[in-house]
């Protein structure tokens, strides 16, 4: 089992910044990628951001160019930094991680419980 715990969400102005974090715990081997997804009040749960074991990262065309995925795999951190943010950006921002052999469609992934993030106009 892996355990993921997010932090830094919250309450921000438009076009104000957070740093959102998520720390990973367990059978860390058992994973080969991270992730952010954020579902909206009466929407889908979405895609925001991944990023392998190789680094190489994959975003939401919605968030390019103002959001960064990074990870620490000493510390088994991966970090959403969100930038020039919208009201639309709104959501439970939660974190993923993905299974060995697994898809980001898969259904036996872990999740994380989420964090509030409000953008205010």
């Known amino acids: 089992q892996v355990q993921l715990v997010e932090s830094g969400g919250g309450l921000v102005q438009s076009g104000g910044s957070l740093r959102l974090s998520c720390a990973a715990s367990?059978?860390?081997?058992?994973?080969?990628?991270m992730g952010w997804y954020r579902q909206a009040p009466g929407k889908e749960r979405e895609l925001v951001a991944t990023?392998?074991?190789?680094?190489?990262?994959n975003y939401a065309d919605s968030v390019k160019g103002r959001f960064t995925i990074s990870r620490d795999n000493a510390k088994n951190m991966v970090y959403l930094q969100m930038s020039s943010l919208k009201p639309e950006d709104t959501a439970v921002y939660y974190c993923?991680?993905?299974?060995?052999?697994?898809?980001?469609?898969?259904?036996?992934?872990?999740w994380g419980q989420g964090t509030q993030v409000t953008v205010s106009s």
């Open positions: 990023i392998g074991v190789s680094t190489i990262t």
């Open positions: 367990g059978s860390i081997f058992s994973i080969n990628g």
């Open positions: 993923a991680a993905r299974r060995l052999g697994s898809s980001w469609s898969g259904t036996n992934n872990y």
